[in-house]
């Protein structure tokens, strides 16, 4: 097998005769390096992929080099380009992968108060960045070399799931109009800026502190809009009839 | 005069002979370009910026090109490269120039209510983003082609100028604990979302009743942490202490 660069994006050249084994390009290699075996090649790009998200994930992508992901996968270099054209293409892989499973993390809990089941998703969130805490900080805080206009539509793609989410979650079965999108999308962003802030000054605050503050900042925040906004209104009187904790919470302020 | 492309960062080498006032590689661009005409070379370097900034405020950045700033501001391409090493050097000076300007209106004025003062700086604010729009929107949604570690490193500067300015604007005279930094930053990156948010939904919103919406919010995300922080319970105090308009909207929310 010759490293083949893939011109366009994932999927790799078919294996050539086996069609689900890989053939190195060395055969001596199998038995120089102890992890190396045979993948198939689904699974191999899985590996692959779930490899080089693990070090970007404790790493600025800078720092990490595709002999690395070779090396922690127990493969060759040439297998790693067979798959990927190159670090950037690698590197888009394991974003699209670790957002897709971050997105997967919005499904919200059958059970439990509208707050309750909000709190229950950001656990997941904020488990997500203690798992991806480098990753994360340098993807969100911009400037990385890594980053183009398609790891930044990934990005968007993300917030605008959570957008969707969150407006379902809270009942919204027609368009959004501008404050109420203002309201979910500030929030969110809120979220993004507190796991930012948590990382910078070293996770002082404990995770389920900050979740507790965020469903508060939440309840706050949709109060204030609803002053100024019929569609958040009603947001909000579904949600105070279902929860007495953000009843309290409210009484609490005006005291 | 030759291009001469400078390898280190902003300082234009020195005008050989006159030291103040340039000399164009060739007479007759004077007389061919109508708007051609001898500067200082500060003055000189300040107007390309100026015309830099212009193009990038309204245009993304990769449609920018130096030919297009070259003939903006009535100079020679030659010129250009002798003042800025290429465009990414020309965007992260026209970057800088925008920063401190942005910077320089955070000042708060003199008179008013707290909230009074903080919705001043906020029309400032949105004057520079309506006047910036495209480069705003490009800068921070991310993924553009512009965007480097120092570029992050000017919008993160300005951040940290804001933090700065917003918690001595709160008479905050101590080091700020983890939740009154999670508070203030937490609210700037509510200010650069609805900002986002606002240009994105083609400014449906007046920018008068965005900047009363995040007074409002900064109140309520304010009163929802001094719950849990006396730091910012102390902060809190004190606002409401000078700020009638606060107390009534948090008894508005508590009914």
Redesign the interface.
Known sequence: MTATIPTTDPAPAPAPATATAEVPADPATATRRPGYRRLPVQQRREQLIAVALELFASRPPEEVSLDDVAEAAGASRPLVYRYFAGKQQLYEAALRSAAEELSGRFTVPPDGTPTEQLAAVLDRYFEFVAEHHTGYGALL?????V???????I??EVRRVALRRTLRHLGVREAAG??L??LV??W???V???A???LD?GR??EPE??RD?LI??F???T???A??DPQTAGVLTALLDRDPQAVA???????
Chains 1, 2 share one sequence.
């Open positions: 805080r911009g400037g990385s070399v980053e183009t206009a398609r790891t930044g539509a990005v968007d501008p404050r999108t203002l999308r500030s969110i962003s809120v993004e800026a507190s930012l802030t948590w000054e002082q605050i502190s900050l503050w508060d900042q309840v706050v925040m109060a204030a809009t002053a100024h919470l409210l009484h609490r302020l005006g005291r």
